[in-house]
């Protein structure tokens, strides 16, 4: 049992968690302002038609996205709405497995307050994918194991199989916590009678319940999106100068100082430095096992930066572990209470330059950058001169040749809107077909200008008309022109049916 709180304690735990409702309110209002990025526009059209799986992952994301419209609408707030809000309870999560796993309270507040700054959490609950989820049911399993290392109870290993349920239904990654689970069971001596109990399988039945719709949508879709996602482990080609690309992102991510203070406390649980050895291992085990998978994908693939959310929990509770339970000589002492010092206020400030770059672009002087082409800065502009055309062509329907295009016109053109990728029809199996009177008449296609044009629209359609050329801008940027040609006589069906290159 967790001792009674000290006043001071109380206090300490009071602010803790007015400091994450700061940090919450604030990305809250930045969701308000800044737009919605081609993938969360993406995921928002799935959670008009919830299922059992996606072409590209499991629905949690879907399911976040579709409760917080019903709060908030089908606006930017709304569509990242819960998934802000999900940082409370992820903080409570953290906050609690460290105060278990290392009996200090000034770890557990600091390891809340670290995750919580970390570029990870912050933009990572505020631009909506799977990985925000994922990063929340992360810091439950870490819990819940705590749990049952606190209190030995078998009943707690079903708490920990929802978690880990949870988890599967918001992306494959979490398929990796079974490998970790069963590393700190056999690498502990005290912890190896769970592996004759039966409350682990259970746990594990509880998983596999949680996550069968998943796999009932794969079963009925010929397993496409497993082997979408499994086929990224395939080697075809040895690239390891994406490992290069691995680091430097993470550090940002994590922000430099949570990083420094986060790689001080890896090492110093690996050097047996703080807590129990079960503490110590568990801590590990959920960093390394899904550490050390990336670092060898890296090998012939990029791995993108926010694969790593799922071991952000852990790392949050090593970093608190360095700053208040290891003994440090001086010189690293003075890093570690550095670190501790200006970690809030820097990960602070790099959130809010980084919204107001991706808003403005006023900090590069309205150059491009990398937020430009993801971030959905114009769109709303845009679409209202698309719908205009639209109107005044007569077109019935909108096309456009990825998924990120219609995604980011069926959320910015008016409610209702007829908006269609013609081809890799897999992604858009959950919904309904179009109606084929709207795709009969005129289409209007909307794409990005290219160098010779798209020869293949002369191919399908007996009439093409370049109606016009509108630019996508941020300030004085002009991030993209898109050429919006008329489309009329179709010589066949205008939906290519071809299966994805997975399944050929």
């Known amino acids: ?81 819960v998934s802000i809000l999900l940082a409370l309870p992820m903080s409570f999560a953290v906050y609690r497995a460290a105060e278990i796993l290392f009996g200090d309270r000034r770890v557990a507040a600091t390891a809340a307050i670290l995750l919580n700054i970390t570029l990870m959490a912050a933009v990572g609950t505020l631009i909506v994918t799977p990985d925000a989820p994922l990063l929340v049911a992360s810091s439950f399993v870490l ?82 999106s497993f082997i979408k996602q499994f086929g990224r482990a395939r080697i075809e080609d040895f690239r390891p100068a994406y490992i290069a690309e691995l680091i430097p992102t993470q550090i940002a991510f994590a922000t430099p100082l949570v990083w420094m203070l986060g790689a001080m406390g890896l090492y110093a649980l690996a050097r047996r430095s703080g807590g129990t050895p079960a503490a110590r291992m568990l801590v590990n085990v959920m960093f390394w096992v899904i550490t050390l998978y990336f670092v060898w994908h890296s090998l012939h693939a990029r791995v993108e930066a926010n694969w790593f959310a799922p071991v952000y929990p852990a790392l949050a509770v090593a970093a608190a572990v360095a700053a208040h339970l290891t003994r440090w000589d001086p010189r690293w002492r003075r890093v570690a209470d550095f670190c501790l010092r200006w970690a809030a206020p820097s990960g602070i400030a790099m959130f809010v330059l980084l919204i107001v770059q991706a808003d403005t672009g006023i900090l590069s002087g309205y150059r491009r950058d ?135």
């Open 1 to 81: 049992m967790t001792p009674a709180a000290s006043p001071q304690e109380a206090r300490l735990a009071r602010n803790t968690a007015l400091a994450i409702v700061a940090l919450v309110a604030m990305r809250l209002v930045a969701a308000a302002f800044t737009p919605i990025t081609f993938d969360e526009a993406y995921y928002w059209m799935w959670s008009k038609h919830l299922a059992g799986g996606y072409y590209d992952h499991p629905p949690m994301v879907a399911v976040v996205i579709r409760l917080g419209t019903m709060l908030a609408g089908d606006t930017e707030f709304g569509v990242r709405l």
């Open 143 to 224: 819990f819940f194991l705590a749990k049952v290392l606190q209190t030995g109870r078998g009943a707690w290993w079903l708490a920990v199989g929802a978690a880990v349920g949870v988890a599967l239904l918001s992306k494959y990654t979490a398929l990796f916590f079974g490998a970790a689970i069963l590393i700190w069971l056999v690498a502990v001596p005290k912890l190896r009678r769970w592996l004759v109990s039966p409350w682990p399988y259970l746990g594990g039945v509880v998983a596999f319940a949680i996550f069968a719709p998943v796999i009932l949508w794969n079963a009925d879709h010929h397993w496409v």
């Open 370 to 504: 990398t937020t430009v082409r993801s971030v959905g800065v114009g769109w709303r502009e845009l679409a209202g001169e698309i719908e205009a055309v639209r109107v005044r062509v007569g077109a019935n329907c909108v096309l456009a040749p990825d998924y990120g295009t219609v995604s980011w016109l069926a959320f910015y053109l008016p409610k209702g809107t007829c908006v269609v990728q013609p081809t890799q029809r897999i992604r858009w199996i959950n919904m309904p077909e179009p109606d084929p009177a709207l795709l009969a008449g005129k289409l209007l296609y909307v794409d990005e200008v290219r160098a010779g044009g798209r020869p293949d629209l002369n191919d399908n359609f007996a009439h093409v008309e370049r109606v016009a050329e509108l630019p996508r801008k941020r300030g004085p940027l002009t991030i993209e022109t898109y050429e919006l040609d008329l489309l009329d006589g179709a010589r066949g069906d205008v939906l290519d049916h071809s299966p994805p290159p997975e399944l050929e």
